[in-house]
């Protein structure tokens, strides 16, 4: 397991170890990790046959393996990919599937039962696409990806390698583009792509629209949460984490490295910067500066949002306050 | 009718009854109901074929039958049944799903159009499948369930005995579950389950995780809206209500007939107490006491909230009350 | 192109367009649009092809040709349409289709892979029914629609012409109606139906209930965003715009010519009057008037909210100016 982990091993190392468990969880057969020193105290009393932890961490006395490694959370991923390798679909294309007959499928794509993948898509190596899942015509995915049951990628998508599609999600939707005339708004054709970046990967049931002109963008590494709303020309960097039931009006640019809390919503047509924070619930109607903190509704500075909100909880003692300097003043106190 | 929903008659018991309406809508061969004495008076006027209606409650003069009984409501919904049976799918597997040899099913399952077992899965006597959903391998599904069009059952999830899955429903996807290494945001494996308890009824679109390690829980009777996200290790306990688009992040556990109001969301590794309500689009930063009554954004208790609501309302006139404080004290006035 | 758009040509009429561009990106041989004069200047130094422009407006000098119109942006949306006309799918019913024997198609009805109509469904001629989507016992579409990958038609629903249906959105499915009985809550059978007007667009992964008793409606022509909720008996009046993420609960009625931003909740059984609107974010508890904007949580006047927004910015400086006037009269200061 050291060996595997790339770690450097002390303590007992002859354990035969049969699963995982969290910390404090862990029994003499189980590998568990520590990610910060602040939670080594869980393991006290406990006898793990192993822990996963960075160097100069103090433990608690422990008669199991000390697994020494740089990132512990990472090693104990690749553990739980070693204890539950992934349940892959069968080899092939289904005998329900429909693939058009002009489809590219590359090396070894596994094909769900059921669905659809029509003329002109072409799909990389080693790329799976699940049960009832739909690959509209000319749409690209690279290698390696894993699209679910009943996701639908239409033919104006553009997918890196190493892409997760979550089930139902819906990627390359026409978006909310209407033009208002005297007979009702009518639909502005929606000719843009969706474009999804490398090991982007993204959860169930969200919507990202394509771009009007021009396109939609999630980039590299980018993972997204359930229920997720991007609408059309949206510009994702690489590296942002955005949580579930997050909802992006048309054009707005997010940067680099930055994460949004659970729902949170901007408007259209900002630009929020790299490595920028929008704490959950935040609501974004102006522009967020490169590496800052928002928070609140509208959302603003999250330090001046905590003053602001510990203000408002004093309000009616400040409404008293009021009332009586008034009465004072008037001498009727 | 009055043996069939188990009251009490009063009045015209020969009436014949063809529907059902609403109070005050409802004609001589219409059944309608009064939930509470409140409403009874929409009932003047009209003359309904058969009223249920508490002990006790009194009625303006009325022709026809009167029926007593515990909940009106209850009965009503009983009636209901009767007046408009649900439509059953055809008996069997249809030809054109895709069941695996392997998948048990139970006596009487009924499983729609291109519909997919996978192998291992075990479903109960009397379920339905519905048309384009998918059961993965080794999922379990009790009896007398019902699976709408085109939901997802992943194989680690668990479901009680009439258990309904919305459409497009997505129970035991893995969730957001990412540990950062230099490389870029890397998957932690989501091995735990997903265990739905006897009786929860699920709207459509939701996306409910299965557990990182450990589960992920609803508890029995529960009843879930529609676009609800439930993150890995969520605990919900038994009756609870939980209105539409709701979004509970990762581990956070809602006790027992806890009822949140549409749009609610509560961030990860909190406690919701027993019996607990938040209002609707309530933000839980923090722990809720069992009981509590919950509202606003930081969701506290509902009466401060309102308090400071209507405190927010008279800032501009606060703010203009200190300015001629400050004035008179200057002199100035 | 001129008589294509009905536009009055200026300029050179003889340039051949081949691609359509944003005005500043349009280059000699596009189209291109200028939809307020203010955006006008963005044609300065480019040499686009062709123009389409209100009557009056003042152009900066070009070389192409310059396109007199009433509606720029619906004559560009025209454009678009003959530049990237839909693909349509194959005519006739996919062979893995699921079709009743009872269902009735019109003409040209067009029907793709492995999805199902039930017995009794009746579809208006040149619908599209999509992929994997399903159309209940029952369910009436009009003419020319079209139902997107994966979504569902319950048999309650009732749809007019035009009517798009976005991917994976859910029409007519059982609303959230329970009753609460002692042995935990009970549903309560929804019977209603969902009824959806002529020309109206729904985004994907919508939810739609149908209604309990009596019907949930969406007014002609109104366009609603992705990941939409409208609970059972909502009524939606002709021509709104719902942005995505809106969320309205059951008995709402919202009038005609409404505008709700992305994320707005509605509590049940209120009233949005004709031509109102409600910015992204907003939280209504109370009725809108006809034609008022509203904003914030709770929902009010938008000029009042933001008045006490910016109130609220100042509240710690009122706080300490409220102690500095008690000091002052205490004579600490």
Same mark, same amino acid.
């Given at each position: ?95 329900? *599937? ?5 489809? !590219? $499928? =590359? &090396?070894? @794509?596994? /094909? %769900? +039962? ?36 009943? *996701? ?5 998508? !553009? $997918? =890196? &390698?190493? @892409?997760? /599609? %979550? +089930? ?45 002109? =021009? &396109? ?51 408007? =259209? ?65």
């Amino acid at each position: 397991m050291a060996e595997f982990v790339g770690a450097r091993l002390e303590g007992d190392g002859d354990r035969v170890l049969r699963g995982v468990a969290p910390a404090g969880d862990a029994g003499p057969d189980h590998i568990t990790f520590v990610e910060r020193a602040a939670v080594a105290g869980r393991l006290t009393g406990t006898d793990p046959g192993a822990v996963l932890v960075r160097e100069g961490v103090d433990l608690p006395p422990l008669d199991g393996a000390i697994l020494r490694v740089e990132h512990p959370e990472a090693a104990f991923a690749r553990v739980l990919e070693l204890f539950y390798p992934r349940a892959e679909p069968e080899p092939g294309v289904h005998a329900t *599937a429909v693939v058009d007959d002009e489809a !590219v $499928l =590359g &090396d070894d @794509v596994r /094909v %769900g +039962p059921h669905a659809v993948i029509e003329r002109g898509a072409r799909i990389g190596a080693g790329s799976r696409v699940g049960p009832g899942s739909f690959v509209g015509a000319g749409a690209e995915i690279g290698e390696g990806c894993r699209i679910q049951h009943g *996701a639908s990628i239409f033919g104006c998508c !553009v $997918l =890196g &390698d190493r @892409v997760v /599609v %979550g +089930p139902g999600t819906r990627l390359g939707n026409e978006g909310f583009g209407f033009t208002v005339t005297p007979e009702g708004a009518r639909r502005i054709p929606q000719v843009g792509r969706c474009v999804i970046g490398d090991a982007v990967e993204i959860g169930g049931n969200c919507t990202i629209d394509r771009g009007s002109i =021009g &396109d939609t963008i999630v980039g590299a590494r980018t993972k997204i949460d359930s229920l997720v709303h991007l609408g059309h020309n949206v510009e994702i960097g690489e590296d942002c984490m955005i949580v579930a039931q997050v909802g992006i009006a048309g054009s707005t640019r997010v940067g680099r490295g930055v994460a949004l809390g659970g729902q949170v919503g901007a408007i =259209g047509h900002l630009t929020i910067g790299d490595g920028a924070r929008v704490a959950a619930r935040g609501a974004v109607f102006k522009d967020v500066p490169a590496g800052a903190t928002y928070s609140g509704n509208p959302a603003r500075p999250h330090r001046a949002a905590l003053r602001e909100t510990a203000a408002i909880f004093r309000l009616p003692d400040i409404i008293s306050r009021l009332g009586r300097i008034e009465r004072r003043l008037d001498g009727e106190e």
